[in-house]
């Protein structure tokens, strides 16, 4: 995963363009934590964007991440929680070194990044530091299904999605797509979860963004990244100006450079506990 986030330019626009995540996504999930707020570990933190949330709402935040570069993004104003660099591979005594001692978490987050772990060692490592009974863990993730208003910019998203899509894992974008519903999950369900068949609770992400911070936002993909490194580039200066002229026509055609749009990130949680 660290080698994803070496790019200086990516990671920087990471820590910019990409969304926060919900209160009610943190209020749910606390609703599940039986009242206990001492410690939580945020696994994957990239630049924080969970960590900063559960910095108001737990007594201490661990924020851990394999990517120098990612963590060096993060802030630096919030006294309760402690950032890490942690190498890929983590035994259990390194994580109790580096991370948490036994039984000592009562909530691990990861946010937008359980495809990039090897899961069923994350979910030994989960065992091996949450508060037993009743330690939690919460993965929840979005994928490009931006929501903008139905109209001609929403489409051109849509296109977008489709040119980067053969620059992507097919077992990552599944995942993904499903909302980590087909992960094996060894963890006690919880009340409220499930929706329709699958085992996850829906939310949403919203970020007000302008042209540029859009495509900012997409040219932090990994597959775009991997494509850029292959010499290919997906979002040609044809598309940025067909969706300058997309984002006219639907503000009655006048264009601001900080004009910006309400863009909504579908949001799919996976929790249990031990």
């Not at 009242?35 to 570990?41: D, K, M, P, T, Y």
């Not at 090897?118 to 091996?128: E, K, L, M, R, V």
């Not at 097919?170 to 963890?187: C, L």
Request: charged fraction near 25%.
């Amino acid at each position: 995963m660290a080698d994803l986030y070496r790019n200086p330019e990516q990671v920087k626009g990471y820590a910019s363009y990409r969304p926060n995540y919900p209160p009610e996504l943190f209020n749910f999930i606390l609703s599940k934590t039986t009242g206990r707020r001492q410690l939580a570990w945020d696994v994957a933190t990239g630049s924080g964007q969970a960590a900063v949330s559960l910095s108001s709402l737990f007594d201490a935040v661990v924020a851990t991440d394999s990517s120098p570069e990612q963590i060096s993004h993060a802030p630096t104003h919030l006294p309760n929680v402690r950032f890490v660099v942690t190498p890929p591979s983590l035994t259990i005594p390194d994580l109790h070194r580096l991370v948490a001692p036994p039984g000592s978490v009562d909530l691990i987050t990861v946010a937008t990044a359980l495809h990039w772990l090897d899961i069923p060692a994350f979910f030994s490592q989960a065992h091996a530091v949450l508060r037993r009974p009743g330690g939690v863990v919460a993965v929840w993730g979005y994928g490009f299904d931006l929501l903008i208003g139905g109209g001609r910019v929403e489409e051109i998203c849509r296109r977008i999605r489709e040119t980067i899509s053969p620059y992507c894992e097919k077992d990552v974008t599944e995942m993904v797509q499903e909302g980590y519903a087909g992960v094996d999950f060894p963890f006690e369900a919880v009340e409220g979860v499930e929706e329709g068949t699958a085992p996850v609770r829906k939310f949403t992400a919203e970020r007000e963004m302008g042209v540029a911070e859009l495509i900012g936002l997409w040219q932090t993909s990994t597959p775009y990244q991997r494509a850029r490194r292959a010499g290919v580039e997906l979002i040609t200066e044809e598309v940025v100006e067909e969706l300058k002229r997309a984002w006219v026509e639907e503000d009655g055609g006048e264009l601001l450079n900080n004009k910006k749009k309400m863009v909504r990130f579908p949001i799919s949680l996976r929790i249990g506990k031990v």
